[in-house]
């Protein structure tokens, strides 16, 4: 917890927690355009193609050895370094917005409130899961102190 602690803002910016809890696991259906193979797998024109964007954010060869690992001091390279908001025609309109409430969640919880505990034992925490899609948190119960000097 130490770095999301930290006073330098840049460790707080959320990028590395996008690409780790991805909301939208699968990607858009698209449709080849020409006959091409795509690690080992031919694909013909027409063919339907879906995105794992999930899978995509865990790329070892982009994330290193420990893709599924959280590390919020992770150097990421161009872009956002991640595909938690979709890419090129696909892009969420709502990106911006998306980030800046990660960057406040974050800050708000975890650097303002240091004291900031679970307000329920791990084991209660409650998932849902929906096929080809994964499991998601639903809710995350948390007890909040007082910010200081409120």
Not at 10 to 35: C, F, N, P, Q
Not at 86 to 100: D, K, N, Q, S, V
Request: net charge negative; proline share 5%; aromatic share 8%.
């Amino acid at each position: 917890m130490g770095p999301l602690r930290s006073s330098d803002p840049s460790a707080r910016k959320g990028t590395s927690w996008l690409r780790h809890v991805t909301l939208v696991r699968i990607g858009a259906s698209m449709y080849a355009t020409e006959d091409f193979e795509f690690a080992g797998t031919a694909l013909k024109k027409g063919e339907t193609v879906t995105v794992a964007l999930l899978a995509a954010n865990h790329d070892p060869q982009e994330y290193g050895d420990a893709p599924e690992r959280l590390d919020i001091a992770r150097e990421f390279g161009r872009g956002d370094g991640h595909l938690a908001f979709g890419h090129g025609a696909h892009y969420c309109l709502g990106a911006a917005l998306g980030r800046l409430v990660t960057s406040v969640v974050l800050d708000q919880l975890l650097v303002q409130r240091p004291d900031t505990a679970l307000a329920v034992g791990r084991d209660e925490l409650e998932f849902g899961h929906w096929p080809a899609d994964g499991f998601h948190l639903i809710r995350l119960p948390v007890r909040l102190q007082e910010v200081s000097g409120s």
